[in-house]
């Protein structure tokens, strides 16, 4: 399953970079929580928790099923 999650962090990628962020995946847990951290602009962004609810969940659950939700470490 990391494999799975590290190609879809990948994808968002581009889109944070474009706004001055980037995101780091830390560990995908045993029972499908995955822990990123996010970097540049978006470390210490107001919406970063929105970031990642409705978009980096949204769409790591739409790629990886299996994965529980996400969570900033």
Request: charged share 30%; glycine share 8%.
């Amino acid at each position: 399953m990391r494999a799975e999650v590290e190609k879809a962090i990948e994808e968002i990628k581009p889109i944070l970079r474009a706004d001055g962020g980037d995101i780091e995946l830390i560990e995908v847990t045993k029972d499908g929580v995955v822990k990123v951290r996010l970097k540049g602009a978006c470390a210490g962004c107001p919406f970063s928790t929105m970031t990642i609810k409705y978009s980096v969940e949204r769409y790591l659950r739409h790629k990886v099923p299996q994965i529980k939700g996400v969570v900033l470490v």
